[in-house]
């Protein structure tokens, strides 16, 4: 199966941006649902971002609707998150994790909210500080 490796996390301003990515090896991500979540300290695990290569389709929590935006790169087999206009309530280790489109035919939205508990493919988090 596929694995994940988080990179690009780091300490940023408040307004500041920064761009995660989510290698992936072992098999191509075009088989895969896509997601990007993160767990704030004390807090339990969110979805943040999905992507479907499948139906092109992309889902956005509300915290992030406007300021984050999930893309990939085909030939790098990679899933960035673009993160813009942070704010402190931002500050997380954000995971990418991916379901078998075959195995799990998730929709963008049900792999970011109602899936979690179930997935069993993630990175190991990537952390993300907005501070000033």
């Known amino acids: 199966q596929v694995q994940l490796v988080e990179s690009g996390g780091g300490l940023v301003q408040p307004g500041g941006s920064l761009r995660l990515s989510c290698a992936a090896s072992?098999?191509?991500?075009?088989?895969?649902?896509i997601g990007w979540f993160r767990q704030a300290p004390g807090k339990e695990r969110e979805g943040v971002s999905c992507?479907?290569?499948?139906?092109?389709?992309?889902y956005y929590a509300d915290s992030v609707k406007g300021r984050f935006t999930i893309d990939r790169d085909n030939s790098a087999n990679t899933v960035y998150l673009q993160m813009s206009s942070l704010e402190p309530e931002d500050t997380a280790v954000y995971y990418c994790?991916?379901?078998?489109?075959?195995?799990?035919?998730?929709?963008?939205?049900?792999?970011?909210?109602?899936?979690?508990?179930?997935?069993?493919?993630w990175g190991q988090g990537t952390m993300v500080t907005v501070s000033s």
């Open positions: 994790a991916a379901e078998h489109i075959w195995r799990r035919p998730y929709t963008v939205q049900a792999m970011c909210t109602v899936a979690l508990p179930y997935l069993d493919i």
């Open positions: 072992g098999w191509s991500l075009d088989l895969y649902t």
């Open positions: 992507f479907s290569k499948r139906d092109g389709s992309t």
